[in-house]
């Protein structure tokens, strides 16, 4: 083995040892110096192969901070069909400003909407749920239901009929009208609601002609009308609502449904068009100076158009009295009837069921388990069972009748 001079063994020992233990700084040797170093330790290398070079060691990184994550935005729980958060309205599955609004009964408005002069309506943007039934000639009426949130000016108010009274025993509420049949009307409503309807136009603010004393220039008050019936004994501190289901998730399946047209006759028709930016179903009205012409149907208290989450047509039995009078058999559907439920752009064949009569109509899939709604509000079309559908490209056109 040849040995290392010894000058050279101290050069090369120091620079290993600065390679090894001294994180590499810039170097402030002159160009001289750097080539005479080279030239010496590349001398070393050559004449002694046996050397080992000892690794330079490698710095330990100074740890470094995860970046914080957004929190991932939680889905909120589907809610009933049994029970619901403290302050979420049973009818809407949403949480409502005033909880007190939930300790009382709902209120029902009738609503006319026939003839020009009675369009567009007011409040109805307001309710939790709106009833469209047929009245006879080709007419219909709404049956506006408010109870997580209330309107001061509800109208034009129109005459009660037969099927307020199921519809007042299913959502245990207080029913406001400007009148009804005395002898086809009154007395079936007490069999269902008793006491817990106004058929009158001055019970102001509750329910009160503007002064123009004309069928429609009566307008409701929602809380007013409430603290009416509980002023007379018929309040109800914690009615249970329960029976509907809502998820901000669709459900699995559906079809296309893009829009549901539908028309009781003599100008009464009505589309809801599902808006994509929105989420909800907008509804155009006929209108009745211009034949199939549809304009935007307005909420006169907020100028602003109606629009649902959710459009139900349901399907159920109309029996005909007389021309203008009908019973409609909401009550004792144990069984099940069919149901087309619009939501997030998409329709669903689902059943409807009133096992109960004091409770809400609850929707079922096709497998019997609870139908999710899409939390908000919802419009009702009560349809006769020989009513027919065309669909053509996610558009359903449906056409009531009873015959």
Known sequence: MKKIPGIMLVLLTMTLLMS???TPVAPTLTDA??????????????????V????????????????????????????????????VDPLTGLKVDNPELLHRR????????????????????????????YIGWGANRFAALYYGQDSDRIGPVRSIRRVDGHLGSLYQAVVGSTGGD??????????????????????????????????????????????????????LENPDLSGMAFSVTPPEGGEAGASAWVTFGAGEGADFVYDQASGKYLRFAMDETTSNVYSPSIDQNTGEQLAFSNVIII?????????????????GNTDG???????????????????????????????GNPFFLKPGNSWIVLMGTTS????????????????
């Not at 740890?63 to 049994?82: F, M, R």
């Not at 009154?186 to 004309?214: A, E, M, T």
């Not at 752009?345 to 409770?359: C, E, F, L, R, V």
Request: proline share 10%.
């Open 20 to 22: 090894a233990c001294v």
């Open 388 to 403: 027919w559908v065309d669909i053509e490209g996610g558009k359903w056109s449906f056409t009531f009748s009873i015959s």
């Open 106 to 133: 709902p209120v029902i408005m009738k609503i006319s909407n026939h003839q020009i002069d009675y369009q567009p309506q007011w409040g109805l943007s307001k309710a939790d749920l709106i009833f469209e039934y």
């Open 33 to 50: 110096e750097r080539t005479a170093i080279a030239g010496t330790v590349t001398a070393v290398f050559a004449n002694n192969p046996t």
């Open 337 to 367: 009837m069919p149901a087309t439920v619009f939501r997030d752009g998409k329709a669903y064949q689902i059943t409807w069921k009133t096992p109960d009569s004091g409770k809400p109509i609850r929707f079922f899939d096709g497998n």
């Open 182 to 235: 005395g002898d086809g009307v009154l007395p079936y409503l007490y069999n269902y609601i008793p006491g817990r309807y106004f058929v009158d136009k001055y019970l102001c603010p509750g329910v009160c002609d503007d002064g123009r004393n004309l069928v429609y220039s009566v307008f409701g008050d929602s809380a007013a009308l409430s603290n009416y019936f509980t002023y007379q004994g018929y309040g």
């Open 315 to 331: 399907n159920a039995y109309y029996t005909e009295i007389k021309t203008t009078l009908h019973s409609i058999d909401l009550i």
């Open 52 to 87: 080992e070079v000892l690794p330079s060691a490698t710095p330990t990184p100074e740890p470094t901070q995860a970046p914080t994550s957004e929190p991932t935005p939680t889905v909120p729980l589907p809610v009933g069909p049994d029970t619901y958060p403290e302050g």
